[in-house]
């Protein structure tokens, strides 16, 4: 499963970059900016990963379409868009998915809570590897789910803090707390590390998850943000075995700066997770189950849309 929002590369390598001025400077308070209006004025919000530069400009082109057509109402992902995200996987790392397997998603939290919901059953273990973004700290709640650790190692290297993976304690953390594990929760590359893992390490701990039983769900959405030199290797994409069994996620909302629209998509149309996820029962108990883990939107669009207050 991946997460995708925008369509733009930034990445210097790739050499498909978009114009942006990275030198205007947009007043966003009072713009129903959660970043600028959390803190009084003498603070510089520096507390989330909101970037204040502009959308690239095809995206805004897309945007005053939508509006200047005048009408707003229901609508499906496209099999246009499903075509889009699995052509992209195919030019950026040579991955080969089915347009057939891309599922919508609120957003990539909403989207590991669905992995979880369909994958997991009551009792098992849901493995993470702190220090993690926070969400993935309580995925495993009101799911009556196990949280397993499995911490990074630190050192200093150079003067700078290093982050690894310790083999042993990922695979002493499987089963761990008299739980099976049912899930482990990637975060690749690292939030807030910067851990961009190698192949290496992604499959000794998908060998370990395929040894054990647990499905992957990967959450990828910095893939497009990396520094010149540095590689991303999807995990779903290391081995037919290993996409069989992973639900990745990514997200266009960092390099295209522009939070929007989700989609999902499961990296092989084989395996007992891809039958699970395209059931039509299973994709609409499991939407809802997302929608309703995002309360603050579901108020804000009413707000939006009847005037009501949140």
């Not at 999902?264 to 309703?292: E, V």
Request: proline share 8%.
């Amino acid at each position: 499963m991946i997460l995708f929002r925008g369509a733009v590369d930034l990445r210097p390598r790739r050499g498909v970059c978009m114009p942006t001025n990275f030198d205007q400077i947009i007043e966003r308070r009072g713009s129903n900016s959660l970043k600028w209006q959390k803190y009084p004025e003498d603070v510089l919000p520096l507390w989330v990963a909101d970037m204040d530069f502009a959308a690239p400009e095809p995206i805004m082109r897309a945007l005053r379409q939508k509006v200047d057509h005048g009408i707003f109402g229901y609508e499906m992902p496209s099999p246009q868009l499903a075509e889009t995200v699995a052509g992209r996987m195919q030019k950026l790392y040579g991955w080969r998915v089915s347009p057939e397997t891309v599922v919508a998603t609120p957003g990539v939290v909403a989207g590991f809570d669905l992995a979880a919901r369909t994958v997991c059953t009551t009792g098992q273990g849901i493995l993470v590897q702190p220090p993690v973004y926070p969400p993935f700290l309580s995925v495993h709640t009101d799911k009556e789910l196990l949280r397993q650790e499995a911490p990074l190692s630190l050192a200093v290297k150079d003067g700078n803090l290093h982050y690894s993976v310790d083999l042993d304690r990922f695979e002493q953390a499987i089963h761990s707390g008299g739980a099976r594990t049912g899930m482990f929760l990637l975060c690749n590359p690292h939030n807030p590390t910067g851990q961009a893992y190698s192949r290496s390490d992604l499959t000794c701990m998908a060998e370990a998850c395929l040894k054990n039983g647990a499905t992957i769900c990967s959450d990828e959405i910095h893939s497009e943000l990396l520094p010149g030199g540095v590689e991303h290797f999807p995990l779903a994409a290391l081995d037919p075995e290993v996409g069989n069994h992973t639900i990745t996620l990514i997200a266009r909302a960092r390099p295209s700066m522009s939070p929007g629209c989700s989609v999902a998509l499961r990296s092989s149309p084989t395996g007992s997770c891809w039958n699970a996820i395209k059931r039509p029962s299973c994709r609409m108990r499991c939407m809802s189950a997302a929608w309703a883990w995002q309360p603050h939107r579901r108020r804000t669009r009413a707000h939006a849309t009847t005037g009501l207050k949140p």
